[in-house]
Nanobody, 119 residues
């Protein structure tokens, strides 16, 4: 059974930091590109950061220099370190796993963890 379980969300003041984690199981984690997406109330889901199976990273312009994505294949976990948080970072954050194979794209999503940045 495939599972992506996010943790680490919560309430933080502007300028603060959080570390999100996503624990994966049920699939070949090391072969998958992993990512974090977020969805704020009334807005569409958007890309935050991705990390390929080889470790290459990509970030949304809005989080560059503040967020860092990393992965640990040994324990099948991907992290998102978020520094200098702003109120506009408030959203539900979702973990994503995807791989392209001979049948096309295979993609999995977690259920999300809420991040609120407020004084």
């Amino acid at each position: 059974q495939v599972q992506l379980v996010e943790s680490g969300g919560g309430l933080v003041q502007p300028g603060g930091s959080l570390r999100l984690s996503c624990a994966a199981s049920g699939f070949a984690f090391s072969r998958y590109g992993m990512g974090w997406y977020r969805q704020a109330p009334g807005k569409e889901r958007e890309l935050v950061a991705t990390i390929s199976s080889a470790g290459s990273t990509n970030y949304a312009d809005s989080v560059k220099g503040r967020f860092t994505i990393s992965r640990d294949n040994a324990v099948k976990t991907v992290h998102l370190r978020m520094n200098s948080l702003k109120p506009e970072d408030t959203a539900d954050y979702f973990c994503n796993a995807r791989v392209y194979g001979w049948t096309g794209w295979t993609e999995y999503w977690g259920h999300g963890t809420q991040v609120t940045v407020s004084a």
